[in-house]
C-alpha cells in the first residue's frame, strides 16, 4: 500500500458536490428533528432560545467530532508511514520510535487549537455557554470512541488502540479529577445525558453518509476506513459552516415579536413601564381621614393668617430686567 491510496482519482469534482448535497441534506434534517424536539420538551426558555441553543450544541458535536478524529487521522497515517520507511535510518523513523507518545500528545493539543479556532473564529457559536461546549467536547471523544471500536469490529487493518486510550483517559479525566465531589461526577453525567440525543443524531448521520460515500464509490475501503470517515465528517463540518453563515436558521426560527423591537423603542417602553411602576397608587398607602391629624404636626394659630400686602408675581413684569 502506498501513500496515493489516500487519494480517489474517480472522486471528482461532480462527485464532491453531489457527495456535500447529500450531506448538506443529512445535516437539515437533524436540524430539523432538533427543532422538533425542543417544541416538544417544556423549559423555563423560550422557543427561540431552545432551538438555537440545542442546534448550536449540535454543531459543536461535529466540530468538535472532526477536531478529534483529525488527530486519529493523523496517527493512522504516520503510523503508516513508519511501517513503509521502518527499518530504514531516517529521522521520522528515528522520532517515531523514540518520540512516539510526545507526538501523539501534541497532535491531540493541535486537535484542541483546531477545535477552537473553528468554534470560536470561523463557526462562532454564542448560543451555548463554555460549560456546555465542555460537556459536547467530551460527548465528541465517545463519539470518536465508537466509530473507532467499530472500525475495529468490521476488520480494519489498523491499530487503533492508542488512540482510544488516549480519549478514554481524558474522558475519565474529565469526569473525575483529582478534587472533584461526587455532586461534581453527578452533574457531568447529566450533561452528557442530556445532549444523548445529539450523539445519537450524530452517529446516524455519519454512519449513513460513510456508507452511501463507501458504496457509491466516493470513498475508498482500501485506504482506511478512517480516512474516509474522516473525509464524510470534513463534508459535514462544510454543510455546518454554510449553514450557520448563511443564518437560514434565523429565518426558520424567528424571535417573538417583542424581541424584534428597534433598542430606541424598547428603552421607551421600558422607561414608560417604569414611570408608572412608580406612580401606582397600589404601592402607597395614605393614612386615613380621622387619624390625618395624628400624623400632621399641629399647626398655630400664628401660621394661619392674611397678608393683605402680598402681591403675585405678573410674569410679564417678570420679563423686564429689573426682576432680574
Not at 459543536?60 to 530504514?88: D, K, P, R
Not at 520510535?97 to 462562532?124: A, G, M, R, Y
Not at 417602553?269 to 380621622?290: G, I, K, L, Q, V
Not at 398655630?300 to 430686567?321: G, H, M
Amino acid at each position: 500500500m502506498t501513500l496515493e491510496a489516500y487519494i480517489n482519482p474517480d472522486f471528482g469534482t461532480a462527485e464532491k458536490i453531489i457527495f456535500f448535497l447529500a450531506s448538506f441534506a443529512g445535516v437539515m434534517i437533524c436540524v430539523f428533528l432538533i427543532l422538533g424536539f425542543a417544541k416538544l420538551t417544556p423549559g423555563d426558555k423560550t422557543y427561540y432560545e431552545k432551538a438555537h441553543n440545542r442546534v448550536q450544541r449540535f454543531y459543536e458535536l461535529i466540530i468538535s467530532g472532526a477536531s478529534v478524529m483529525s488527530f486519529a487521522c493523523s496517527y493512522v497515517i504516520l503510523n503508516h508511514i513508519y511501517s513503509l520507511t521502518e527499518g530504514q535510518n531516517t529521522p521520522f523513523t528515528y522520532m517515531w520510535e523514540n518520540w512516539k507518545d510526545f507526538i501523539l500528545l501534541i497532535l491531540i493539543c493541535l486537535s484542541c487549537v483546531i477545535n477552537t479556532l473553528l468554534d470560536k473564529i470561523i463557526i462562532p457559536l454564542k448560543q451555548i455557554d463554555k460549560d456546555e461546549k465542555a460537556s459536547v467536547r467530551m460527548l465528541s471523544m465517545f463519539y470518536v470512541i465508537i466509530i473507532l471500536i467499530y472500525l475495529n469490529t468490521i476488520g480494519d487493518e489498523s491499530e487503533y488502540s492508542p488512540v482510544m486510550m488516549y480519549y478514554l483517559g481524558l474522558m475519565i479525566g474529565r469526569f473525575v479529577y483529582f478534587d472533584a465531589s461526587f455532586a461534581d461526577f453527578i452533574e457531568a453525567l447529566k450533561n452528557l445525558f442530556g445532549n444523548l440525543l445529539l450523539l445519537i443524531l450524530g452517529l446516524a448521520l455519519t454512519g449513513l453518509l460513510s456508507f452511501y460515500g463507501f458504496s457509491a464509490g466516493f470513498l475508498l475501503e482500501r485506504n482506511y476506513f478512517i480516512v474516509g470517515v474522516f473525509y464524510t465528517l470534513l463534508f459535514m463540518l462544510l454543510s455546518v459552516f454554510i449553514l450557520h453563515t448563511s443564518h437560514l436558521l434565523y429565518l426558520i426560527v424567528r424571535k417573538p415579536a417583542e424581541e424584534e423591537e428597534p433598542e430606541g423603542r424598547r428603552g421607551r417602553r421600558s422607561r414608560r413601564r417604569r414611570r408608572e411602576r412608580d406612580y401606582d397608587e397600589d404601592e402607597y398607602e395614605y393614612a386615613p381621614a380621622d387619624t390625618a391629624e395624628e400624623y400632621a404636626p399641629e399647626a398655630s394659630a400664628e401660621d394661619d393668617y392674611y397678608d393683605p400686602d402680598f402681591e403675585f408675581l405678573d410674569y410679564e413684569e417678570y420679563d423686564n430686567e429689573d426682576y432680574r
